[in-house]
């Protein structure tokens, strides 16, 4: 693979960055998962808008222009032959050439990272067929999920949890409601409606799930934004996910319930379509 470091293309092998990064020591940057299909781009605007709101929330420094963002996307799309697949896009604070807690002086350069995952048939997985089986566990993340950081050690071990109880993901529980999913937003259909949480620090703001509720909103579905609990989850008609990368994944099992039929339901398969078809229309 080729990858991107602060402006160089490098074979992968030989693409470095300080240990006093303080992406690496302290967690402290923001990243973005940009979906390429028919090596075009999916989405590519909401994706800046969010890490510039992002960067902003953590007062770091915007490195490039939304020009330099897309050249280089486009380089790596070229450069590795993605037809389907990933763009994985990470701005961390850079190398203030120590450990301290405190922030760098401003004018320490933020390092840049970009590199490309390669997923043929990314857009045809057969999970969305079978839908996904998830379990809940305790969210017990920081209470910033809005800003989308590196800081993914808590979805990576719910996600391990989720693997090794022989299920596909697990969603987070607060205060007995269902925030989000490990690396998506999560919703339920009952009688016709999508049941979503509503916007707050709580969880990240799915480029994915503003689509979505938008195209529902044009073919005339009814949406609530609301949280839910696990059990009106496995009583509901359906549920789902959303993300950059699963598009809209049915959820067809919670803690060993199985929701509605059991079976992948018509209102996640319709999302899944219109979502795909839209999205593809408008990549870039
Ligand atoms: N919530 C979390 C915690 C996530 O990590 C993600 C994926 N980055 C999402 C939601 C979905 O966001 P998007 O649709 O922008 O990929």
């Known amino acids: 693979r080729t990858v991107y470091v602060n402006g160089d293309y490098l074979p992968e092998d030989q693409a470095t960055v300080s240990v006093f990064d303080r992406g690496f020591l302290m967690a402290d940057g923001v990243y973005e998962v940009v979906s390429v299909l028919d090596g075009k781009l999916l989405d590519f605007d909401g994706h800046l808008v969010r890490l510039k709101r992002s960067l902003d929330e953590l007062s770091m420094d915007n490195p490039l222009s939304d020009d330099d963002y897309l050249a280089a996307f486009r380089a790596l799309v070229e450069r590795n032959g993605i037809t389907d697949g990933m763009i994985y896009l990470q701005v961390t604070r850079g190398n203030p050439g120590d450990r301290d807690f405190a922030y760098p002086p401003a004018g320490t350069r933020p390092t840049v990272v970009m590199f490309t995952q390669s ?3 990314l857009a045809d ?3 969305a067929k079978t839908g996904w089986k998830i379990i809940s566990i305790p969210d017990q993340r920081w209470a910033r999920r809005d800003i989308k950081t590196v800081q993914l050690l808590y979805p990576s071990m719910a996600k391990m949890e989720a693997k090794a109880r022989g299920v596909d993901d697990a969603w987070l529980v607060e205060d007995g409601l269902v925030t989000e999913g490990t690396s998506n937003n999560t919703y339920i259909v009952k009688n016709g409606t999508i049941v979503t949480r509503a916007l707050s620090n709580d969880i990240l ?3 994915t799930r503003a689509a979505v509720l938008r195209f529902a909103a044009e073919a005339q579905m009814q949406v609530e934004e609301r949280s839910f609990t696990i059990a009106e989850a496995q009583a509901a008609d359906e549920a789902f996910i959303t993300s ?5 994944m049915p959820v067809v099992e919670i803690d060993g319930a199985a929701v509605g039929t059991g079976q992948v339901g018509p209102v996640a398969t319709r999302l899944r379509e219109i979502y795909l078809e839209e999205s593809r229309k408008a990549a870039i």
Do not use: D, L, Q, R
């Not at 950059?244 to 809209?248: D, I, K, N």
């Open 119 to 121: 997923k043929p048939g």
């Open 205 to 207: 703001h799915g480029i």
């Open 244 to 248: 950059a990368s699963a598009f809209v």
């Open 125 to 127: 997985a057969p999970a």
